[in-house]
């Protein structure tokens, strides 16, 4: 009797951590680190803030991009999958952002690029995919008081306000799209379990990240506004649903290709 | 003597399995959460494990003024234990700004079933998460959240317990899980109607009583169900039949603006029975004073729209005075005097 309650607690033990080292099938012989590049670009062009680009009709200027990256897991040829623990981060382009009345009087988040996240302690061994999601996983996302990565609701992804879902924002891209002699200052967001996008990437050769430097990842903001119309909807949010969903659905199905490997 | 690991050790080692940081202190003590007898098991978050120091310390904070940007306003000033947590306004102004709030201050009890979301719209989906909101509304609380760990570092007692209770630091996180763990505390389940449930001394209805559980039962059952008297969900009780007014980003249109299904138009969440003759005024505005105008609502008064609930009838349950009377003396049977009065739930 007493034998069970103790395998019961052992059990316990072990299911009360984060669930982050359960795959841990590969055998660590020589830990190897890299970086993780997501390139923003518009189109063949790099990603900048301030700066006019034409996509199809439109002209896009860009005043932020924001993006929850999450549950980063690398993948070897043997089909054994690395996931990153704590895996959580924000990749970012934003100007100074004035955060004051969200959990702070007074609260300025600083102009910041952020698209590279480092990563140590690989299992040795030959990688042939990268897996990810967009977002933040229901558990975290139901509940702000989890603490893992880089959430927090100090950073302007989160929703607190009084009387709203509390919950992360996914994505944020804002701007000013025009059309001949129409436009719009858009901000485009994603949000919601159902929104909350895994993206599967192939490398165009298996990468041994004792020797290679990093991975290169491309995103491509045509692809995200892609059949979304900013200026008919400019505001994408929870209260439009379908749009909102048409955009989570760019980020998880397009926007995000494989670039290079640095060696 | 391995073989005589004791319980405490086994649990306590559940506890530091995953923390990081090594301590010295005593390990918090597991609080054994007691499932009265007539109630479902409670769902648990078990990423917050409830302790006898988790809860202590969120009783410090629930009760706190220090909580609020000015010091002057904490929990307990919108839910006051004496009315089970609800604070007898219709819509209050007892925040730090002093204006009128939009909702109506529910009543907090068995918080630990309430597993269906929180709010009147369920825009919160646990306790913890939830916190945050009083805490950062500037018509609440309008705490800056850096702040409010820097003012409760400065309180040594503070420090202390936080240690005790998450062996960590004071942050904003372990604020609400404190805060969670408190709240899932105030369980109310010894009125007379609990004790007649369970066959216990003073545990007596009179005819008059039964006839309003059997009515409650077959009237209200749907959405008021079982022992918590609620379903955890959200209907149109057909208060109001137009909502158009998509004003403060969907206030008024409950449920609506958080699932935007258009099912739920108008909808609101069940709220209990239990303490309703303690609970007034009533619904998500407070729009009824007394409870005998909730019972001529759903007696008569129903408001027809596209989203009113199957299961209250278009022109209302249309009780007869004497069955009015009837529920009335059920409700009032729902009043748990020990809920209301038990110190552990109280100031500390």
Redesign the interface.
């Given at each position: 009797m007493k034998r069970i309650?103790?395998f019961a607690?052992a059990a316990?033990?072990?299911t009360?951590?984060?669930n982050n080292d359960d795959s841990t099938e590969i055998q660590p012989v020589e830990n190897a680190k890299t970086t993780i590049t997501f390139d923003a670009r518009v189109g063949n062009a790099d990603f900048a803030l301030n700066k006019d680009f034409t996509i199809g009709t439109r002209t896009y200027n860009f005043s932020k991009l924001r993006y929850w990256v999450s549950n980063v897991t690398l993948i070897d040829s043997k089909g054994a999958e690395y996931l990153i623990p704590d895996s959580y981060y924000l990749m970012e382009e934003v100007g100074d952002l004035n955060l004051s009345?969200?959990?702070?009087?007074k609260l300025t988040y600083p102009a910041r690029k952020r698209e590279s996240i480092d990563v140590e302690d690989i299992p040795a061994g030959e990688y042939k995919s990268i897996k990810f999601s967009i977002g933040v996983d229901s558990k975290h996302n139901?509940?702000?008081?989890?603490?893992s990565g880089e959430l927090s609701?100090?950073n302007g992804m989160s929703n607190?306000?009084?009387?709203?879902?509390?919950?992360y924002i996914f994505s944020s891209v804002a701007g000013i799209v025009k059309e001949g002699t129409t436009s719009a200052d858009f901000l485009a967001e994603t949000g919601l379990n159902a929104n909350y996008k895994t993206v599967s990437i192939d490398f165009a050769a298996p990468v041994n990240f004792s020797t290679a430097k990093g991975v290169v990842l491309n995103l491509d903001v045509t692809k995200i506004v892609d059949g979304i119309d900013l200026i008919k909807t400019p505001k994408v949010n929870?209260?439009q649903?379908e749009v909102m969903s048409a955009l989570a659905t760019n980020y998880g199905s397009k926007a995000m290709t494989f670039g290079s490997i640095a060696n | 003597m391995k073989i005589n690991?004791s319980?405490s050790i086994?649990?306590s080692?559940?506890l530091t399995?995953?923390s990081k940081k090594e301590s010295v202190d005593p390990e918090p003590q597991i609080y054994q959460f007691a499932v009265p007898a007539n109630f479902p098991r409670p769902v648990f978050?078990?990423?917050?494990a409830m302790t006898r120091e988790g809860i202590e310390l969120g009783r410090m904070l629930f009760y706190d003024v220090r909580l609020s940007?000015n010091n002057k306003v904490s929990c307990a000033s919108c839910h006051d234990q004496k009315l089970a947590f609800s604070d007898g306004k219709a819509l209050s102004n007892a925040g730090v700004s002093g204006t009128i709030l939009?909702?109506h201050a529910p009543a907090l009890v068995n918080l630990a079933w309430a597993n269906n979301g929180l709010?009147w719209?369920g825009?919160?989906?646990?306790l913890?998460?939830?916190a945050?909101?009083?805490l950062?509304?500037?018509?609440?609380m309008h705490q800056?959240?850096?702040?409010l760990v820097d003012e409760l570092n400065a309180v040594p007692e503070y420090v202390k317990q936080f240690d005790l209770a998450f062996k960590d630091q004071i942050?904003?996180?372990?604020i609400?899980?404190a805060l969670?763990q408190f709240q899932r505390t105030l369980v109310s389940a010894n009125s007379r109607y609990d004790k007649f449930k369970r066959n216990e001394a003073e545990g007596n209805l009179s005819s008059m009583e039964l006839r309003g559980l059997e009515l409650v039962r077959q009237k209200c059952q749907s959405c008021h169900t079982g022992e918590l008297f609620t379903d955890n969900a959200y209907h149109n009780n057909g208060i109001d039949a137009d909502f158009s007014n998509d004003q403060s980003?969907?206030?008024f249109q409950g449920r609506f603006r958080?699932s935007?299904n258009p099912a739920d138009m108008g909808s609101f969440k069940t709220p209990t029975l239990r303490n309703a003759a303690l609970t007034a005024p009533y619904m998500h505005d407070g729009r009824f004073t007394k409870l005998e105008d909730v019972i001529d609502h759903y007696s008569g008064e129903i408001k027809v729209s596209p989203t009113l609930d199957k299961t209250i009838p278009t022109n209302g349950f249309q009780f007869n005075p004497d069955e009015k009377k009837a529920i009335m003396a059920f409700l009032n049977t729902l009043t748990d005097e020990e809920f209301v009065t038990n110190r552990e739930l109280s100031r500390p």
């Open positions: 309650f103790i607690i316990l033990i072990f009360s951590c984060d009345g969200t959990i702070s009087d139901d509940n702000l008081s989890l603490q609701i100090a607190i306000a009084w009387m709203w879902h509390t919950s929870a209260a649903a | 690991f319980y086994l649990l080692l559940i399995a995953c978050d078990i990423e917050n940007g939009h909702r709010f719209d825009g919160a989906t646990n913890e998460s939830q945050f909101g009083p950062t509304a500037s018509d609440e800056d959240l850096f702040e942050s904003s996180q372990n609400v899980k969670a980003e969907g206030l958080i935007y």
